[in-house]
């Protein structure tokens, strides 16, 4: 046994082995930003503003029991909104609390615009 030839041997193992470790670090990251690209592109980006309403989705709702129920709930009142996306929403009998903003949708009242009411009430 020759211990200087295997220790040089050891040694460049011991450098190869930290080279693959930057290199699996490099690949990580650059999975990671290119991952973190596509989530943000998928987002829908919504503004609310105070007093507006909203729907809620209710993600817990299951499928079976009331099939045709819907996943949206009643409109709430936006009492804040934050700057990374969080909502603070004011239910009908007071309670307030806080909501991730992809989880809430505009709610619109009946409302028809003039243009579409008079094709609906043209006798032809």
């Known amino acids: 046994m020759d211990l200087e030839a295997s220790g040089e041997l050891r040694k460049l193992q011991l450098n190869e082995l930290d080279e693959f470790r930057s290199e699996a670090y490099d690949n990580s990251k650059i999975y990671k930003e290119n991952t973190k690209k596509w989530h943000d592109k998928v987002i829908v980006h919504r503004e609310f503003e105070k007093g507006q309403r909203v729907l809620l989705f209710n993600s817990r709702l299951k499928l079976f029991p009331g099939k045709l129920k819907s996943r949206w709930s009643r409109p709430f009142l936006v009492e804040t909104v934050y ?27 009946n409302e028809v615009p003039p243009a579409s009411s008079a094709l609906l009430n043209d006798p032809n």
């Open 83 to 109: 700057p990374h996306g969080s909502i603070e929403l004011r239910c009908t009998d007071g309670r307030v609390f806080k909501v991730n903003g992809q989880r809430v949708k505009n709610y619109f009242v």
